[in-house]
C-alpha cells in the first residue's frame, strides 16, 4: 500500500509530545511491513536538522494559495531512520514555520491550514495518488475536506482518508474566513451539519470538518473512543462523534521498540533486557543495572544517595496533565521517605513560573529534582533510573510514559483515564488475571486518589519483596510495540478505500462545480 502521512510532529526531528512518537513509530513498522510510507511535515526552523539525512530539494516551484495570493515554496525530502519525509518550506511574507516554535504563534490555524493546503497541493501536481492519506489532528485535519470538496473536482485520487485524533482538547475553532484562504467559502460550512463548532456557532471547527469527510475516524486507544462520546471527553463534539460512530475506532497506540529499548539505549551508562525475564533472580539482576542508572542520575541531580525509591514523571505541564497532583505526589512521597524527579516542560508562563518556585524551594533538599526543560536523553535515563512513574492526569487519549515505564522495568502509576486504563491494571483491585496486572491505578484525580495508590505503591516496593518483583515481572512482559496496531490500521484503511470508492460512485452522476481560488 502506498501512504502518505500529513501531520504536524514526527519524532526526533519535531517532537512536542505523543504525536511525534506516533507518527514515527507507526511509520516504522508500516514500512518494516513492505508499504511505501511518506511523511509529510512543515520545515520548521527548529527542527532537529542534524538526525535528517539526505536532505535534498525535491520540487522547486510549488505554488500555493492564501486567498487571493499565490506563494511559491519548495518541498524538500529527507531521510529519518529509513523513514521518507518531505518537507514544505514556504515563502510566505509571514514566515509560517520560521518561529523557533511547533505551536504557540497568535496565527497557528493559518500557519496549519496553509501547510494543509499545501501538501495537498503538492501531491496533486506531483501526481501522487497514494492509497492512503492519513492526517493527524487538527493542525491537518482540513486535508480531507479540501480533497472531497475541492481536489476530486480537478479529478484528483486518493484510496481513501483516515483521519486520527491523538487529542479531543484542540479542535482548530476560527472565522469561516480561513476557509477563503484555502479556496473554500467559508460561509458555505457555517451549518450544524458541515463544520460549525457546537459550542460557538459563529466559528468554524476544523476538527470537526475532517471528522465529518474523512472516511475512517481513530482514536488513540479503545477507551478514548467511548470517552469522546461523552460530554466529558468530546470537548463539545461528543455528539459529531456518536453521529459518526460507524466509522471511528479506537486503536491502541504503540512505542517504538528499537527507540525504547533499554538493552540497547544509547543514552543509558548500564544498558538491560526487561522482555524475557522469568525469575526473581533475574529480575533481580536486572534491577542491579537499573541501579547503575539511578547512581547516574543521583549524581547528575545531586540527589543523595540512599535506598529511597524513586518516583518519577515526565511530562508537559499543562492542566490535562494534573501538574496540582503531580506536586502532591512530591510532597507525600517525600514525606514518605521517597525521592522524586520531575522532568515537565509548559508551554503556559504561569505554570513554568509555579514549578519554577517548586525547583528553587526543593534546590538543595538533595530529595527532589525538578527540572524544567525538555531533554530526551534526560528522559530516557529517568525511565531507566527511577522505580515508579507517577501519571496522574484528568484525562489520557493514549499516554506513552505508562509503556515506556513498563519497557524499562518501571512500575507506573496512573490515574484510570482514556488510554492508561487500557494499558495499566491494578496489582490488588483489577479483574484481570494475576500475571497481566502491573501497576497501581487510582480512579478520582484528587489527592485521596493519588495517596492510595501511592502508598500502597512505596509500601510494596519497602516491603513486599516477592510482590514486587513479580510486579515488575509481569510489566516488563508486555509487548507494546507497533505490531499489533499497524494491522488494525491496515484493515481500516481498506474500510476507507472501500468507502471512498462507494460514495464515489454515489457522485459520479452529480458533479459538483467549484470555484477554485
Ligand atoms: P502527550 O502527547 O500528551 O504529551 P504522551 O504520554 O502521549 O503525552 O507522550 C509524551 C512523550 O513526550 C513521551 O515520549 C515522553 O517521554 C515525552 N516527554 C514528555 N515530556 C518530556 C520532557 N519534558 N522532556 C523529554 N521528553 C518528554
Known amino acids: 500500500m502506498y501512504i502518505v502521512h500529513i501531520a504536524s510532529e514526527l519524532a526526533p526531528v519535531a517532537k512536542v509530545g505523543g504525536l511525534a512518537d506516533v507518527l514515527y513509530g507507526l511509520s516504522k513498522e508500516q514500512v518494516r511491513l513492505g508499504h511505501t510510507v511518506e511523511i509529510i511535515l512543515p520545515k520548521y526552523d527548529c527542527m532537529h536538522f542534524d538526525q535528517l539525512q539526505n536532505l535534498k530539494v525535491e520540487f522547486r516551484e510549488l505554488w500555493s494559495f492564501d486567498g487571493p ?177 460507524r466509522k471511528l475506532k479506537g486503536i491502541l497506540n504503540g512505542i517504538d521498540e528499537e527507540f525504547w529499548n533499554p538493552e540497547l539505549d544509547r543514552f543509558l551508562i548500564e544498558k ?15 534491577l542491579e543495572r537499573k541501579a547503575e542508572n539511578k547512581k547516574q542520575l543521583r549524581t547528575h541531580l545531586g540527589l543523595k544517595n540512599d535506598n529511597a525509591p524513586i518516583v518519577a514523571a515526565v511530562t508537559r505541564l499543562v492542566p490535562q496533565k494534573g501538574p496540582h497532583l503531580i506536586k502532591h505526589a512530591l510532597t507525600r512521597t517525600l514525606g514518605k521517605g521517597g525521592q522524586f524527579v520531575l522532568l515537565g516542560s509548559s508551554p503556559i508562563p504561569a505554570m513554568h513560573q509555579e514549578f519554577e518556585e517548586l525547583q528553587r524551594h526543593y534546590q538543595e533538599s538533595g530529595q527532589a529534582a525538578v527540572l524544567l526543560d525538555k531533554d530526551e536523553a534526560l528522559a530516557h535515563l529517568i525511565f531507566a533510573a527511577a522505580d515508579m512513574l ?15 515505564a513498563l519497557r524499562y522495568g518501571t512500575v507506573p502509576i496512573a490515574r484510570r483515564t482514556g488510554g492508561l486504563a487500557d494499558t495499566v491494571f491494578d496489582v490488588d483491585t483489577s479483574l484481570k488475571p494475576l500475571l497481566e496486572r502491573n501497576g497501581y491505578t487510582f480512579d478520582f484525580p484528587d489527592a485521596e486518589g493519588v495517596n492510595w495508590a501511592l502508598d500502597r505503591a512505596l509500601h510494596d516496593f519497602k516491603s513486599e519483596r516477592k510482590k514486587w518483583l513479580a510486579l515488575l515481572m509481569h510489566g516488563m512482559r508486555v509487548d507494546f510495540s507497533w505490531k499489533h496496531a499497524a494491522p488494525e490500521y491496515l484493515s481500516l484503511y481498506q474500510e476507507a478505500i472501500q468507502k471512498n470508492a462507494k460514495s464515489k460512485s454515489k457522485n459520479a452522476t452529480t458533479p459538483k462545480i467549484l470555484k477554485i481560488s
Open 69 to 245: 495570493d499565490r506563494y511559491n515554496n519548495t518541498i524538500w525530502s529527507a531521510n529519518i531512520d529509513g523513514l521518507r519525509v518531505l518537507l514544505v518550506e514556504p515563502h510566505h511574507p509571514q514566515y509560517f514555520f520560521s518561529r523557533g516554535v511547533i505551536y504557540g504563534c497568535h496565527d497557528d490555524i493559518d500557519r496549519f491550514t496553509y501547510f494543509s493546503r499545501t501538501a495537498i497541493e503538492y501531491l496533486f501536481k506531483a501526481g501522487k495518488q497514494p492509497d492512503i492519506l492519513h492526517v493527524h489532528d487538527w493542525p491537518t485535519a482540513a486535508v480531507p475536506l479540501l480533497y472531497k470538496e475541492m481536489y476530486t473536482a480537478l479529478g484528483y485520487k486518493v484510496g481513501g482518508t483516515v483521519l486520527t485524533i491523538h487529542n479531543m482538547e484542540h479542535q482548530g475553532r476560527c472565522h469561516p474566513s480561513i476557509l477563503n484562504r484555502i479556496g473554500l467559502r467559508g460561509e458555505n460550512y457555517l451549518s450544524p451539519d458541515k463544520m460549525q463548532d457546537p459550542s460557538m456557532p459563529n466559528l468554524l471547527n476544523l476538527l470537526k470538518g475532517g471528522i465529518e469527510t474523512a472516511d475512517r475516524v481513530t482514536t488513540v486507544s479503545p477507551n478514548y473512543e467511548k470517552e469522546v462520546q461523552t460530554p466529558e471527553g468530546g470537548f463539545g463534539l461528543q455528539d459529531v462523534l456518536v453521529q459518526n460512530r
Open 272 to 286: 538491560y533486557a526487561t522482555h524475557a525475564l522469568t525469575s526473581e533472580a533475574q529480575v533481580e539482576q536486572m
Open 390 to 404: 507517577i501519571i496522574p492526569s484528568l484525562f489520557e487519549p493514549c499516554g506513552l510514559t505508562q509503556m515506556i
